[in-house]
């Protein structure tokens, strides 16, 4: 948070991409099933000995467990973006139209929007940012929009669960 708070307080225009609370759970969910069991617990002894986050990272015994801790994150995530006015972007309107969404994220920038933005084969830079490179510097792949409204494949307890938390700062991004 104070990294995030920091570049929320610069001189540089910040650009708050959410996705949807539910898409944001099912993916997690998928995640947190998929991550083997053994590298939780590596990864709990390399933050402890390392001090990274100066705390164990939240370890859930069930999916419930972790979707009211996603919707709960989501929804101080959304809240924090309105404490500071940052311009925030809806995910699932950026990939379903991205030509208007990127001219307007240019726009806020101050950045000139340039068609060869929307080619995933236009060349681009090396990612040079926050984040895992090795990630960043994967092949790009065009737009796609399979993972969001995604609402239904989540179990009927874990959409209520998100539809409680998260209802009214959903409805505050529209």
């Known amino acids: 948070v104070e990294v995030l708070d920091r570049l929320a307080a610069g001189s540089d225009s910040v650009v708050a991409i959410v996705r949807d609370p539910y898409d944001t759970a099912l993916s997690t969910l998928r995640f947190w099933r998929l991550w083997p069991a053994r590298l939780q617990a590596v990864e709990r002894i390399l933050y402890r000995m390392v001090g990274l986050l100066g705390h164990v990272p939240p370890q859930f015994s069930d ?44 726009e806020h920038c101050g950045i000139l929007f340039d068609e060869r933005m929307l080619d995933h084969l236009h060349p681009r830079r090396s990612f040079a940012g926050i984040g895992d490179p090795g990630m960043m510097n994967r092949p790009p792949k065009p737009v796609s929009v399979h993972s969001t409204g995604r609402r239904y494949q989540l179990a009927p307890e874990y959409r209520q669960i998100v539809a409680e938390k998260c209802a009214s700062a959903a409805a505050a991004l529209g």
């Open 63 to 106: 999916g419930r467990e972790l979707v009211h801790y996603v919707a709960r994150n989501w929804v101080d995530f959304v809240d924090w973006c309105q404490s500071h006015s940052l311009y925030v972007v809806r995910y699932e309107d950026l990939v379903r139209d991205p030509r208007p969404r990127l001219r307007e994220l240019c």
